[in-house]
């Protein structure tokens, strides 16, 4: 959809809102922030007010026989999970409308604008941030235990508990669907089933929990964003997820997402839940987060073959070998085979 | 291993130019040419463009050491496999079906191997300098292709 449409669709939309706007206020600025595989993200002003619109268009790309989330919720179950972690306290935007995919800007939300700093190699290393990066992974610790403490019950019917086992046949049959099966990624997923642990319990994760979907101001934690990839699964692994060596931003130093300590990440999860996973247990999330990035990677060059994306797609396909080496590189740390 | 970056030869009386002499002048001529002339994403792309050329370039230089390696893993682990077909996804095929014992001797193999495909498709990955210093003890290519990028 061309941004003059998507304007005036936006303007009939919000009319009917409860934004504070004078009659025959028009969307100004409307700017396209990012692309993804599945949806759009575009900023604007309404009066004064700024914010953003989440949207799938309508020629949504899918990749056929993708067993597993890796194309995340809907756009409607993904607002919805923002709202269950907003009542959590956890820094996310107020949701002011979500609209079904019979709309005319098509499956959406419109949100609000939090500022802040969204770009990891901003905020990374910039000295504006230093006192912000100091108490960020106790902030990023606590605000999972946050999202932890969600009711289940209150999850839509797209996020169903699913064991472990489940989830490995799943993975099993994408590697397979793929037809490109690398020995590190197969001997990773043999490793994470004989080292699954046992009667973990079930809670909502974010799922990807990660610097890049971190935003941050120079006091520190200020939203957290993209939520499509929640799902039910034990609490380490939101936290081993952000601990990854790919999410580290080359501060492999710093393995709380390339800016915090294990034990400011666990502290700050503790002050909120009462308990927290030891940090030997993350390691295990560590291995199944390289192996999730390793399938991503593969779902690119799977979307590049299929006509779809350009040059980037087909180059982030060869970064699964950085993802094979994070597999064989844990697995030999971990010290049991 | 060969060199990943190849330079002109000055000398006046060559007149051949390899391969990886040309991918060099397009990775040059698409750095120094194209990129700045572009704009956003076609500037990003093109950047892309460029560090893919550089993909090509080390693996013309480091995939016939792959290959050996895969090979010389295949015979020793799938002896009664079909080694006029790709041997790679044997291997993996014989590791789902937990034909091959995942022992030191074997992670010693996916060790190397990763050495090589991260020196070739990333050579910079941050975590890849770590694992090189942890497993010098191995005997690759990938060592001293590490250095040279």
Same mark, same amino acid.
């Given at each position: 959809? @061309?941004?003059?449409?998507? *304007?005036?669709?936006?303007?009939?939309?919000?009319?009917?809102?409860?934004?504070?706007?004078?009659?025959?206020?028009?969307?100004?600025?409307?700017?396209?922030?990012?692309?993804?595989?599945?949806?759009?993200?575009?900023?604007?002003?309404?009066?004064?007010?700024?914010?953003?619109?989440?949207?799938?268009?309508?020629?949504?790309?899918?990749?056929?026989?993708?067993?597993?989330?890796?194309?995340?919720?809907?756009?409607?179950?993904?607002?919805?999970?923002?709202?269950?972690?907003?009542?959590?306290?956890?820094?996310?935007?107020?949701?002011?409308?979500?609209?079904?995919?019979?709309?005319?800007?098509?499956?959406?939300?419109?949100?609000?604008?939090?500022?802040?700093?969204?770009?990891?190699?901003?905020?990374?290393?910039?000295?504006?941030?230093?006192?912000?990066?100091? %108490?960020?992974?106790?902030?990023?610790?606590?605000?999972? *235990?946050?999202?932890?403490?969600?009711?289940?019950?209150?999850?839509?019917?797209?996020?169903?508990?699913?064991?472990?086992?489940?989830?490995?046949?799943?993975?099993?049959?994408?590697?397979?669907?793929?037809?490109?099966?690398?020995?590190?990624?197969?001997?990773?997923?043999?490793?994470?089933?004989?080292?699954?642990?046992?009667?973990?319990?079930?809670?909502?994760?974010?799922?990807?929990?990660?610097?890049?979907?971190?935003?941050?101001? @120079?006091?520190?934690?200020?939203?957290?964003?993209?939520?499509?990839?929640?799902?039910? %699964?034990?609490?380490?692994?939101?936290? %081993?997820?952000?601990?990854?060596?790919?999410?580290?931003?080359?501060?492999?130093?710093?393995?709380? %997402?390339?800016?915090?300590?294990?034990?400011?990440?666990?502290?700050?999860?503790?002050?909120?839940?009462?308990?927290?996973?030891?940090?030997?247990?993350?390691?295990?999330? @560590?291995?199944?987060?390289?192996?999730?990035?390793?399938?991503?990677?593969?779902?690119?060059?799977?979307?590049?073959?299929?006509?779809?994306?350009?040059?980037?797609?087909?180059?982030?396909?060869?970064?699964?070998?950085?993802?094979?080496?994070?597999?064989?590189?844990?697995?030999? *740390?971990?010290?049991?085979? | 291993?060969?060199?990943?970056?190849?330079?002109?030869?000055?000398?006046?009386?060559?007149?051949?130019?390899?391969?990886?002499?040309?991918?060099?002048?397009?990775?040059?001529?698409?750095?120094?040419? &194209?990129?700045?002339?572009?704009?956003?994403?076609?500037?990003?792309?093109?950047? &892309?463009?460029?560090?893919?050329?550089?993909?090509?370039?080390?693996?013309?230089?480091?995939?016939?050491?792959?290959?050996?390696?895969?090979?010389?893993?295949?015979?020793?682990?799938?002896?009664?496999?079909?080694?006029?077909?790709?041997? &790679?996804?044997?291997?993996?095929?014989?590791?789902?079906?937990?034909?091959?014992?995942? $022992?030191?001797?074997?992670? $010693?193999?996916?060790?190397?191997?990763?050495?090589?495909?991260?020196?070739?498709?990333?050579?910079?990955?941050?975590?890849?300098?770590?694992?090189?210093?942890?497993?010098?003890?191995? $005997?690759?290519?990938?060592?001293?292709?590490?250095?040279?990028?």
């Amino acid at each position: 959809m @061309e941004p003059e449409a998507l *304007a005036e669709h936006l303007n009939l939309t919000l009319e009917g809102l409860a934004i504070d706007h004078p009659v025959g206020t028009r969307v100004t600025n409307l700017t396209r922030l990012s692309g993804g595989a599945n949806n759009e993200t575009w900023r604007f002003t309404w009066h004064e007010t700024p914010l953003i619109l989440r949207r799938r268009p309508f020629s949504a790309e899918s990749v056929e026989n993708l067993d597993g989330n890796i194309l995340g919720l809907s756009l409607v179950d993904e607002a919805h999970i923002i709202q269950l972690a907003a009542q959590t306290s956890v820094p996310v935007p107020h949701i002011y409308t979500v609209l079904e995919t019979s709309h005319h800007l098509g499956e959406s939300f419109v949100m609000a604008f939090i500022p802040g700093e969204s770009i990891p190699q901003h905020w990374l290393n910039a000295d504006a941030f230093s006192s912000a990066r100091k %108490g960020l992974a106790y902030e990023c610790g606590a605000a999972l *235990a946050q999202t932890h403490t969600v009711d289940c019950s209150q999850l839509p019917q797209s996020i169903k508990p699913l064991t472990l086992a489940h989830r490995f046949d799943g993975i099993q049959r994408r590697l397979q669907t793929f037809g490109d099966v690398s020995p590190a990624m197969q001997f990773g997923l043999n490793w994470l089933i004989d080292h699954a642990p046992e009667d973990v319990p079930c809670v909502l994760l974010h799922g990807d929990f990660r610097t890049g979907n971190l935003l941050v101001n @120079e006091q520190g934690l200020a939203g957290i964003l993209d939520w499509e990839l929640a799902h039910q %699964g034990p609490p380490a692994e939101d936290l %081993g997820y952000l601990c990854a060596h790919v999410w580290r931003f080359g501060n492999i130093e710093k393995p709380v %997402g390339g800016f915090g300590e294990y034990a400011d990440l666990l502290a700050g999860y503790r002050s909120i839940a009462g308990w927290a996973p030891d940090q030997e247990s993350l390691k295990y999330w @560590e291995v199944f987060a390289a192996l999730n990035w390793g399938l991503v990677c593969q779902t690119m060059g799977a979307l590049w073959h299929s006509g779809s994306g350009d040059i980037e797609r087909a180059a982030v396909a060869r970064r699964r070998s950085e993802a094979e080496l994070d597999l064989i590189y844990l697995i030999d *740390a971990w010290g049991t085979l | 291993m060969g060199n990943f970056v190849t330079e002109r030869d000055d000398s006046t009386t060559a007149t051949s130019v390899t391969s990886q002499q040309l991918l060099q002048a397009v990775k040059g001529f698409i750095a120094e040419t &194209v990129t700045p002339a572009l704009s956003d994403r076609n500037q990003f792309n093109a950047r &892309v463009a460029a560090n893919v050329i550089g993909i090509v370039q080390r693996e013309q230089a480091l995939g016939p050491a792959l290959s050996a390696l895969d090979n010389a893993a295949f015979s020793k682990w799938i002896p009664d496999g079909a080694p006029d077909q790709d041997v &790679v996804p044997q291997i993996s095929q014989a590791i789902a079906k937990r034909t091959i014992e995942p $022992d030191t001797a074997f992670l $010693d193999y996916l060790k190397q191997r990763q050495l090589l495909l991260s020196a070739i498709n990333n050579p910079r990955y941050a975590n890849r300098a770590a694992a090189a210093e942890k497993w010098r003890y191995l $005997d690759t290519d990938a060592h001293s292709a590490a250095d040279t990028r």
